[in-house]
Nanobody, 127 residues
Framework: QVQLMESGGGSVQAGGSLRLSCVAS???????????MAWFRQVPGTEREGVAH????????YYADSVKGRFTISQDNAKNTLYLQMNSLKPEDTAMYYC?????????????????WGQGTLVTVSS
């Protein structure tokens, strides 16, 4: 069974940093050339927003304009873990953050055809 488990959320003041982790089980990053990975976020009552995306081998990344220059997506194949390093956090970054696996990566809009989602981890940024 394929599962994704996020962690690392919490409360931080504006300007601070957090690193989110997403541990995958049931499939192996280094052997899964068909998949891409991504981080999404959602505030209740609003649409889910794709934040950062990465290809299987990590050779290509895609970021939403709202986080460019502040967030970095990466993966550790040895740990089968996806990361999202978030720096210079703003109150508008407050949301539930989810990692997801997808089947199609496009340079124009990142990881799509998402088929597995984690449960989410909450990030709260205070001013």
């Amino acid at each position: 069974q394929v599962q994704l488990m996020e962690s690392g959320g919490g409360s931080v003041q504006a300007g601070g940093s957090l690193r989110l982790s997403c541990v995958a089980s049931g499939f192996i990053f280094s052997r899964s050339t068909r998949y891409c990975m991504a981080w999404f976020r959602q505030v209740p009552g609003t649409e889910r927003e794709g934040v950062a995306h990465i290809t299987h081998g990590g050779g290509s990344t895609y970021y939403a304009d709202s986080v460019k220059g502040r967030f970095t997506i990466s993966q550790d194949n040895a740990k089968n873990t996806l990361y999202l390093q978030m720096n210079s956090l703003k109150p508008e970054d407050t949301a539930m953050y989810y990692c997801a696996r997808g089947r199609v990566y496009r340079v124009t809009n990142g990881c799509t055809h998402l088929d597995v989602w984690g449960q989410g981890t909450l990030v709260t940024v205070s001013s």
